[in-house]
């Protein structure tokens, strides 16, 4: 063969495989690692979180034929609630060619993750990884934590307790308040803000408890809930999640505890069951989405879409499909599936959710600006959680503009387009 015919048919295959490389692009996917626990006493929560994380995905864009000729395919990866299998599962999914991290469960694992991630993406700049952090509210993630690559659509537990705080002002009939939470970086955090934000607000309160358990470790909370009673407490501040709020849930009601509770995530996967008839009128969660009443149809129309789909499951994590459509939109303005690009489009991005609010992705911080609710534990709702008859009544919302917090965020790692 001669060398001019050879080097022809090393063009004509060249561009041949081009070709199939772009058409195999085209028609490829978009995946997501969901790095959360799907097995082990938080399964239920990391569960739920994948069945919303797959139906936003179809909704938002592989219904409408996907996103820039490309579907969005979630991956679930069991990390156990460990930072350890987190980073196990982060390189995994590095591995597998997947550049976007969606983690939402422990912040504690989310500082591991951010942290893996600023390292890698400095390391290999070639091969970029996007941190989607649902759910993980440690205010050190967009503040001494910050860097590019990091995405918080969720408020923040200093944002969630100003919103908590908020509506404790108002009741003159709390005098004394019990803090309970988990042992780790975010019930550490949420401790601190009940204290900082009640001694602006309500100096008067006395805060009759202070107190951190084993995060999973705790099955039977009646001497917590023997501690809080002989404390006189009129209320009841946690941020338990998980296993832990249900058990302390239903030691509550054991234990005829009649204060009050404010809480983060006092909702769903078993904790609404548990807590039942007690809990009405007086178990309070503060949220990003509404339930009852759905604000508008299209919120609605979606809850219904994925009771039908789902009829054990509810929609518990508003923020998640915040999350999908916000991504859906960033790739459709970069034009591109490249977490560097994707990460330009969503800093400053403006949305406004199915449920009518309007949501802002801070350059600044990467922290999302989003007004809250506070939701009261009630019967007779029209979206009922756990199939139990109880279910959230939004009380009142609170604007964006209020819950809006300073920064100390100093973002030194964004890269140069």
């Known amino acids: 063969m001669s060398v001019k015919k050879h080097t022809l048919k090393l063009v004509a295959a060249t561009a041949v495989a081009s070709i199939m490389s772009t058409s195999a692009m085209a028609e490829g996917t978009i995946k997501i690692a969901f790095i959360d626990p799907l097995s082990g006493p938080f399964a239920a929560v990391g ?32 990390n156990k609630i460990s930072p350890k299998e987190s980073l196990i599962q982060l390189k995994n999914a590095i591995g597998q060619g997947i550049r976007f991290i969606a983690q939402g469960n422990s912040s504690g694992v989310a500082n591991a993750l951010t942290d893996a991630i600023r390292k890698h993406n400095k390391r290999n700049p070639d091969k970029t990884v996007l941190f989607l952090n649902y759910s993980a509210v440690d205010p050190a993630l967009t503040e001494k934590k910050c860097n590019f690559w990091h995405f918080r659509f969720d408020a923040n537990a200093n944002m969630k307790m100003s919103a908590i705080t908020d509506t404790i002002k108002k009741r003159k009939d709390i005098k004394k308040i019990y803090i309970i939470g988990q042992d780790y970086s ?111 149809a299209t919120w609605d129309a979606y809850l219904g879409a994925y009771k039908k789909l789902n009829p054990k499951k509810d929609i518990t994590q508003a923020r998640i499909a915040h999350v999908v459509q916000m991504f859906v939109k960033a790739v459709k303005k970069a034009n591109s599936a490249d977490p560097m690009k994707v990460a330009f489009a969503l800093e400053g991005m403006e949305n406004t959710t199915l449920a009518g609010d309007k949501m802002v992705m801070r350059a600044s911080d990467h922290q999302l600006q989003m007004p809250l609710q506070i939701a009261v534990h009630s019967a007779g709702v029209k979206w009922d959680i756990d199939n139990s008859g109880y279910g959230l009544q939004t009380e009142n919302t609170v604007p964006l503009t209020t819950n809006e917090l300073a920064t100390s965020c100093n973002m030194k790692n964004r890269p140069k387009m």
């Open 47 to 78: 569960q739920s979180g994948f069945s919303e994380y797959k139906f936003a995905a179809d909704y938002f864009a592989n219904n409408q034929g996907g996103v820039i000729g490309k579907k969005i395919e979630i991956v679930g990866l069991d």
């Open 186 to 296: 975010f019930g550490k955090a949420v401790s601190a803000a009940a204290k900082k934000f009640l001694k602006m607000k309500r100096p008067d309160i006395e805060i009759v408890g202070d107190e951190l358990h084993p995060i999973g470790k705790v099955k039977d909370f009646t001497p917590y809930i023997s501690k809080i009673s002989a404390s006189g407490a009129n209320a009841i501040i946690t941020g338990n999640w998980g296993a832990d709020m249900v058990n302390l849930a239903r030691a509550a009601n054991s234990g005829g505890v009649k204060a009050d509770f404010f809480t983060y995530y006092a909702a769903g996967t078993g904790i609404t069951a548990a807590i039942g008839e007690g809990g009405v009128g007086r178990i309070r969660l503060v949220s990003e989405g509404h339930q009852n009443p759905a604000p508008t």
